[in-house]
């Protein structure tokens, strides 16, 4: 089954903060990050293998909690490159499938 | 070290046709992913092979099929093409098996079906 992403999309201008949120309904093994800017393949942001887990590079960084079978990707004080779409991917223990959510489309604007 | 690659990178077919599309997947990885991407329902799951063995297929219709060689080339078959395949196919290799490790896309098949 396909997590749910939201928001849908985001506007932003340089330097604000975003967060987007991925959920599950099934308890999860794993989950990935990727960011797709148009007309170009989806490029790994980071994997979350642990419940708890924090992991970030720059100003990106991701959270996983286990329990509640959801993660959240921060994205601080934006920059123009942040603009794309950004997907989350989840593996089930049940399924050792990837999916991915239909997508946060983010925009950032000077 | 060389990217994931794809070929063709446009295709246009009539419906009723099939097609075959290839990927190459990083040197060293035997994990290939397929995906279709149409928009407004982001990236879907159509299968992944391991070590020439299909792991994991997702929710299409038999039409859909696919091949892993020896080198970890994969090829992916569609045929009687309909109009709601038109879309990009990406495929995706990993070092390790779905779910553990990141993946690296390649740019894409845009198959158009008229």
């Known amino acids: 089954q396909q997590p749910v992403q939201s928001p849908q999309a985001v506007i932003l201008r340089e330097g604000e903060d975003a967060v987007i949120n991925c959920s599950s309904s099934?308890?999860?093994?794993?989950v990935h990050w990727y960011r797709q800017k148009h007309g170009e393949a989806p490029v790994f942001l980071m994997i979350?293998?642990?419940?708890?887990e924090q992991k970030g590079h720059d100003k990106i960084s991701a959270s996983f909690n286990e329990k509640k079978q959801q993660s959240s990707l921060y994205l601080t004080a934006s920059q123009l490159s942040y603009s794309g779409t950004y997907f989350c991917?989840?593996?089930?223990?049940?399924?050792?499938?990837?999916?991915f959510g239909t997508g946060t489309r983010l925009q950032v604007f000077p | 070290k060389a990217g994931v690659t794809q070929t063709p990178r446009y295709l246009i077919k009539t419906r009723g046709q099939q097609v075959t599309l290839s990927c190459s997947p990083i040197?060293?990885?035997?994990?290939v992913s397929w995906y279709q991407q149409t928009p407004g329902q982001g990236l879907q799951f159509l299968f992944e092979?391991?070590?020439?063995?299909?792991?994991n297929k997702g929710n299409f219709p038999g039409r859909f099929s696919g091949r892993q060689f020896s080198n970890s080339r994969s090829e992916m078959n569609v045929s009687t093409l309909e109009l709601g395949d038109s879309a990009l196919y990406l495929c995706?290799?990993?070092?390790?098996?779905?779910?553990?490790?990141?993946?690296?896309f390649g740019p894409g098949t845009r198959l158009t079906v008229l």
């Open positions: 995706a290799s990993s070092s390790a098996r779905t779910g553990g490790d990141e993946q690296f």
């Open positions: 099934k308890a999860l093994y794993s």
């Open positions: 979350l293998l642990k419940g708890g």
């Open positions: 991917g989840t593996v089930s223990y049940n399924t050792d499938k990837l999916i």
């Open positions: 040197s060293g990885h035997r994990s």
């Open positions: 092979y391991f070590s020439e063995t299909q792991r």
